[in-house]
Structure formats: structure tokens, C-alpha cells
């Protein structure tokens, strides 16, 4: 098993950062691949960007891309979602998620386990 812990969600105006972070614990973190999804209401979870076991691997949605940076430090346990250059479109609630996988895919499917999730709204 193992268990997430989002945090650094909150209000922010458009065009500024945020910063989130996931702990994990309960398993050998530096085994899994990690990935950061979003979900509004009424709608399904969006892939937001993913990481492999090692760090050195990073996928994006197209939507995010040269805006959030996804990064790990392995020996804290935690993964993180830089967020700059934030829109109205980016609120949403945010889930960590773990896949046994390792390589850390764009599919919410492909992952195992995920956290309760972070708020972040965006005002215009």
C-alpha cells in the first residue's frame, strides 16, 4: 500500500504560481512513477503531467506544457507540480498518483494508488 498527501493547493490570480506537493509513504518511493491529474465537477480526471522512477523521463498534456514542471526528490519521498503562468482553466482539484509501473504514464488507469487531492482555483 501505499499513501498520498497533497498539499500547497490554494487561490491564486491569473498569471501567477503555485507549487504542489505530494508525500508518499508506505512503499519504496524511488520504485514508482508518479503523475499529477486534475478534475473539475462533472468532468473526468485530466492527465496533467507524469514522471518515471528516476526523475529524468517528464510527460506533459499539451495544455501544461512550458508552464508546470513536474520533479521528484526520492529522498524526501515527494513529488512536486511547479504551476507558473496560471489560467482560469487550471482550477480544478489536483490528485497525486503512484503506479507500480515505474515509468509513469498519461492514464489514469495506469495508476495504483491517489491521494484525497488539492484545491487550486485561479481568479480572473
Known amino acids: 500500500q501505499v499513501q498520498l498527501v497533497e498539499s500547497g493547493g490554494g487561490l491564486v490570480q491569473a498569471g501567477g504560481s503555485l507549487r504542489l506537493s505530494c508525500v508518499a509513504s508506505?512503499?519504496?518511493?524511488?520504485?514508482?512513477?508518479m503523475g499529477w491529474f486534475r478534475q473539475t465537477p462533472g468532468k473526468e480526471r485530466e492527465f496533467v503531467a507524469a514522471i518515471n522512477w528516476s526523475g529524468d523521463n517528464q510527460n506533459y498534456a499539451a495544455s501544461v506544457k512550458g508552464r508546470f514542471t513536474i520533479s521528484r526528490d526520492n529522498a524526501k519521498n515527494t513529488v512536486y507540480l511547479q504551476m507558473n503562468s496560471l489560467k482560469s482553466e487550471g482550477t480544478a482539484g489536483y490528485y497525486c498518483?503512484?503506479?507500480?509501473?515505474?515509468?509513469?504514464?498519461?492514464?489514469?488507469?495506469?495508476?495504483?494508488?491517489w491521494g484525497q487531492g488539492t484545491q487550486v482555483t485561479v481568479s480572473s
Open positions: 508506505g512503499r519504496t518511493f524511488s520504485s514508482l512513477g
Open positions: 498518483a503512484a503506479s507500480a509501473a515505474a515509468w509513469g504514464s498519461s492514464s489514469a488507469s495506469g495508476y495504483d494508488y
